[in-house]
C-alpha cells in the first residue's frame, strides 16, 4: 500500500522530515535546504491565500529555530521579504483558529525583522519603525488573545515617528478587545488615542461596532453606537444598515425602529432599502406585502429622479433571511418573485436554494439545483462548503445514492477543492463498506495533511470506530485500520492499545501483536508502549494460549531499554506462559515478582498457584507459596484459599484438598460453597479423581451439587469436562481451546501478513 502520492503544501514535507530528524537526534538536512522549504511553503501560502494548519506552524518554529541557531549572520538564508511574506501569511486563518504556536511563530519572524532593521538602517531616519512587518504583526496579535501586547508595541512606535495616518493600527486594536470582551481596555485605547491625536472618528467607531455585530452581541452593539464620535459626526449608514441586520435576527424590533426611523429619513439608497424590505419581512409581512412595498419604493425614486430598482441581491438578501429563519416555503416564494419580476437569478441564488433543500431533506431537489448551479461561474470557491454539506447529507441518507455521490465528488476533485472532514470521513466509510480501499487512501492522500491536529483527529476517530464495530468483518476493520496507521502517524499510545484489544476480542492475537509491534516500531517515545501496554498484550495473547504471538512479545520486551518491569507485567508473563502451557517457566516470573521492590499482589497469588496447579511436582511451589503467606502473615483471602485448594488437588492431593475445605471457615470466615467445591472438582485430574470428588460432594453437600449442576458444563478440546463457576474456569476453557483450534477462516487467513 504506497502513500507516495500524498499531497502537502509545497516545502511542507521537507519540514515534517526535518523535524522527525531532529526528534530522534539524527542528522537534519543542510540549512539552505531547509531555508529553501521555509520559503516554499509560505510563498505557496500566500499565493493560494490559504491560512497555515495547526501543525504547520510547529514545523515553521521548529525549522526557523534551527536556521537562526546554525546561521552565524542570523540571515538563515532568508530575505527580509520571505520573512515579511511570511508574517503576512499569518494574518490569514481559520474561523475559531487559535493556536499559541501561530502567536509564537509571528513574535520570532517579527523580532528578526526588528533586529535586521535597527542593523540596517540610520539611526537618524525618522520612520524606523514603520515596515511592512508591524501592522501584520499587530493584527495577528489582537486576533490572537494579545491585545495588550499589540497596543504597547502601536504606542512605543507611534512616539517613534510611525506616520500619523496609520489609524488602521489603533482599529485592529479596538477590534481586538472587543473580541476579548474588555470594555476596561477600549476605553483606554480611546483614550490613549487622543492622546496620539489619533481622533476616535467615524472610521474607528465603525470598527469597534461591527467586531460586536460580527460576534452577534446585541447588547455591546447597542452600548458602543451610541457613543460620541469626535468631532460630533454621527454613525456611517452603512454601520446603520449593518445594526439593522443584527436587529432583525436577533429580533430586537423595539430597539431597532429607531434605526429603521432613521434610515428612511436619510434618502436610503439601494442597500438601504434592502435592509428595509428585510426589516417588513422579518416583522411578518408575507411575499406579497414586501412586493407592494417594492413598488411603492420604485414609485417614490422615479419621482426623485433616483433609479433604484429591486435586483437579485435584495432577493438574495431576503431568500437568506427566509433560510435563518428556518423558513424554507417563503424562500421558495421569493425565487418565485425574481421570476416573476423578471429578475435573472445568480449563483448566489442558487446557492441559498442548494442550503435550504439541503436542510429540509429535500435531496433530489438539492442535486437539481446544483446542476442549475453548473450554468453560473462562483467566485473564489463559495460554493464549496455546501457542495461538502450536500455530499455528506447524502452520504447519511437511508438509501444512499452512490452514483450522485460520485458525481459531485469528482466535480471538486477536478476543481482541486478542499473537502471538509465531516465530508472526508463520510466518504471514507462509504468506500470502507464497498471494500474500496484505494478510494480511501485517495482522499486522505489528497486532504488529511491539510488538516489541524483535531481535524485530523476527528477523520482518524472514524477509522477507529470502524474497526470497533462488531458489525465489520475482522478483514475490514484490519484493513481500515492498516490504511489508518499509515496516515495518522500521529496516533497517540491509547488509541492503538484500544484498537490491539479490539483484535484480541476478535480472537485474532496475530493481528492484535502486528498493532503492538508497530506501537513499538515507532521512534518517538510517547507512542511507543508502556508496561501497562506489554501487560495488556500479554494477557491478550493469554486469553488465545498463541505461543508464536508470545514469544514475540517477550522478546520486543527484553530488547525494550525504555520499559522495566513490574508487577503487573509479571503477573501478565506467567498467566500467558501458564495459558502456553509452560508452567515451570511461569513459576519463573512469580521469582522475579518475589524479590522484586514492588511485591507480589493477590493476584500474582492466585496465578502462581494456578501455575502450580499443572506444573510437574507444582504442590512444591504450591505449599511454598502458602508457608510464605503465613510467615508473612498475609491475610488469606476466600479466592487465595480456593486457588491454593486447586493447586493441590491439580497434582491428585484430593483427600489433602478435602481436608483444607473443612478447615475453610475457619481461615477465611467463609463456608465452603458451590464455587469452591467446583474449583475442586475443576482441578481434579482424570475421570477417576472427578468421580472421587463428585461422590464427596454429594454425600457431604447435597444441595451445593444441584446449584453446580444448574451452573452448567462444559468440555474444552482435549480436556475433562468442568464446571463453569468462574471467569477463571471459563477463561481456562477458552484459552485450551483456541490452543488447539484450527486456523482462522480462508476469508480471513493471513489478513495481517498480507498487508505487512
Not at 500619523?164 to 470582551?181: I, M, V
Not at 466518504?427 to 474500496?436: D, F, I, Q, S, V
Request: hydrophobic residues 35%; negative net charge; proline residues 3%.
Amino acid at each position: 500500500m504506497s502513500l507516495e502520492s500524498t499531497d502537502l503544501d509545497q516545502g511542507h514535507e521537507q519540514l515534517i522530515e526535518l523535524c522527525n530528524l531532529l526528534a530522534i537526534k539524527a542528522r537534519p538536512p543542510p540549512a539552505h535546504k531547509i531555508a529553501k522549504a521555509f520559503k516554499d511553503l509560505f510563498y505557496a501560502k500566500a499565493n493560494s491565500r490559504s491560512p497555515l494548519e495547526d501543525h504547520q506552524f510547529q514545523h515553521a518554529i521548529t525549522a526557523f529555530k534551527h536556521l537562526q541557531k546554525h546561521s552565524g549572520d542570523r540571515s538563515a538564508g532568508l530575505t527580509a521579504e520571505d520573512l515579511q511574506t511570511a508574517l503576512k501569511s499569518l494574518t490569514r486563518r481559520k474561523p475559531q483558529q487559535q493556536p499559541e504556536s501561530r502567536v509564537e511563530l509571528a513574535r520570532l519572524l517579527f523580532e528578526e525583522l526588528r533586529l535586521r532593521e535597527e542593523k540596517n538602517s540610520s539611526e537618524n531616519d525618522p520612520f524606523l519603525y514603520e515596515r511592512l512587518d508591524l501592522a501584520p504583526y499587530v493584527r495577528i496579535l489582537s486576533q490572537s488573545g494579545n491585545t495588550s501586547k499589540a497596543r504597547e508595541l502601536v504606542d512605543e512606535y507611534w512616539k517613534r515617528g510611525l506616520k500619523k495616518d496609520s489609524s488602521t493600527l489603533w482599529h485592529h486594536l479596538l477590534r481586538g478587545f472587543a473580541r476579548e470582551s474588555k470594555e476596561k481596555e477600549i476605553i483606554q485605547t480611546i483614550d490613549l488615542m487622543r492622546t496620539n491625536d489619533v481622533v476616535f472618528d467615524v472610521d474607528a467607531h465603525q470598527a469597534l461596532t461591527l467586531a460586536y455585530i460580527r460576534l452577534g452581541d446585541l447588547a455591546s452593539t447597542k452600548r458602543w453606537y451610541i457613543q460620541p464620535i469626535d468631532n460630533g459626526a454621527s454613525p456611517s449608514a452603512r454601520l446603520n444598515v449593518m445594526v439593522l441586520k443584527l436587529c432583525i435576527f436577533q429580533r430586537d424590533f423595539e430597539w431597532g425602529q429607531d434605526i429603521f426611523t432613521k434610515i428612511l429619513d436619510q434618502n436610503p439608497d439601494k442597500d438601504a432599502w434592502d435592509v428595509i424590505f428585510q426589516w417588513a419581512s422579518a416583522k411578518g409581512k408575507g411575499v406579497d406585502e414586501v412586493e407592494r412595498m417594492m413598488n411603492v419604493m420604485i414609485e417614490t425614486n422615479t419621482k426623485t429622479g433616483n433609479n433604484i430598482r429591486p435586483d437579485i441581491y435584495t432577493i438574495n438578501e431576503l431568500i437568506d433571511l427566509a433560510n435563518k429563519l428556518n423558513d424554507s416555503y417563503t424562500a421558495e416564494r421569493y425565487v418565485a418573485l425574481a421570476h416573476k419580476w423578471k429578475i435573472p437569478l445568480n449563483a448566489q441564488t442558487c446557492l441559498l436554494q442548494l442550503d435550504y433543500r439541503i436542510n429540509i431533506g429535500d435531496l433530489d431537489g438539492a442535486r437539481h439545483v446544483y446542476k442549475d448551479l453548473q450554468s453560473y461561474e462562483v467566485s473564489a470557491n463559495k460554493d464549496v462548503s455546501l457542495i461538502n454539506k450536500l455530499i455528506l447529507a447524502l452520504c447519511n441518507a437511508k438509501t444512499q445514492d452512490y452514483d450522485s455521490i460520485m458525481g459531485l465528488v469528482e466535480d471538486l476533485t477536478e476543481r482541486k477543492a478542499r473537502f471538509d472532514p465531516a465530508t472526508v470521513s463520510a466518504l471514507c466509510l462509504l468506500h470502507l463498506k464497498r471494500n474500496e480501499h484505494h478510494d480511501v487512501i485517495d482522499l486522505l492522500q489528497t486532504h488529511a495533511f491539510h488538516y489541524d491536529i483535531e481535524e485530523r483527529a476527528f477523520v482518524r476517530d472514524t477509522f477507529v470506530d470502524f474497526c470497533l464495530d462488531r458489525n465489520n468483518t475482522t478483514a475490514m476493520a484490519w484493513d481500515a485500520y492498516t490504511i489508518s496507521r499509515q496516515i495518522f502517524t500521529e496516533t497517540e499510545r491509547d488509541t492503538r492499545t484500544k484498537l490491539m484489544n479490539e483484535f484480541f476480542a476478535r480472537k485474532r492475537s496475530d493481528m492484535a501483536t502486528h498493532v503492538f509491534g508497530h506501537m513499538r516500531q515507532s521512534p518517538f517515545t510517547q507512542r511507543r508502549p508502556t508496561a501497562d501496554t506489554y501487560a495488556q498484550c500479554l494477557e491478550g495473547i493469554a486469553k488465545q494460549a498463541d505461543t508464536n504471538s508470545m514469544e514475540i512479545v517477550h522478546n520486543m520486551l527484553k530488547l525494550d531499554s525504555e520499559v522495566e518491569p513490574d508487577t503487573r507485567l509479571h503477573n501478565a508473563l506467567m498467566m500467558v506462559y501458564s495459558a502456553c502451557g509452560q508452567h515451570d517457566r511461569s513459576l519463573d516470573f512469580w521469582d522475579d515478582i518475589v524479590y522484586s521492590r514492588e511485591g507480589p499482589t493477590y493476584e500474582s497469588i492466585r496465578i502462581a498457584l494456578r501455575a502450580c496447579q499443572l506444573t510437574p511436582f507444582g504442590e512444591r511451589r504450591a505449599r511454598d507459596i502458602w508457608r510464605r503467606l503465613q510467615r508473612f502473615e498475609i491475610e488469606v483471602t476466600k479466592e487465595i484459599y480456593e486457588t491454593y485448594v486447586a493447586a493441590l488437588a491439580g497434582q491428585g492431593l484430593i483427600a489433602e484438598s478435602i481436608e483444607l475445605l473443612g478447615k475453610m471457615e475457619k481461615e477465611t470466615g467463609h463456608k465452603p460453597d458451590a464455587i469452591s467445591l467446583g474449583v475442586l472438582y475443576n482441578a481434579s485430574p482424570g475421570s477417576v479423581k472427578k468421580a472421587q470428588v463428585e461422590e464427596w460432594i454429594k454425600a457431604n453437600y447435597p444441595s451445593t451439587w444441584d446449584e453446580l449442576e444448574s451452573m452448567g458444563r462444559m468440555r474444552p478440546r482435549g480436556r475433562d469436562e468442568i464446571f463453569i463457576v468462574d471467569s477463571v474456569a471459563r477463561d481456562a476453557a477458552l484459552a485450551s481451546e483456541a490452543a488447539l483450534q484450527a486456523k482462522p477462516e480462508d476469508d480471513e487467513d493471513d489478513e495481517a501478513e498480507k498487508w505487512e
